[in-house]
């Protein structure tokens, strides 16, 4: 994944009943954690975490 990417983010992460949908703003390698996504979601929230809990939009 990239910056400016299509994402959804898992409920596991945002703690919502669906999937949220929004736009890779950050990708970090984090020593500790791995990779690190952070997205802004269409409704402007920003969510971040590991790599897992994000999938590309086709």
């Keep these: 994944m990239k910056v400016g990417d299509k994402v959804k983010v898992s409920p596991d992460l945002?703690?919502?009943?669906n999937?949220?949908?929004?736009v890779v703003i950050d990708v970090e390698d984090n020593k500790f954690n791995g990779i690190v996504i952070?997205?802004?979601a269409d409704d402007g929230r920003?969510?971040?975490?590991?790599?897992?809990?994000?999938?590309?939009?086709?």
């Design 14 to 17: 945002t703690g919502l009943d």
């Design 19 to 22: 999937w949220l949908e929004g």
């Design 38 to 40: 952070s997205m802004k």
């Design 46 to 58: 920003i969510f971040f975490g590991q790599e897992r809990f994000f999938e590309p939009i086709k």
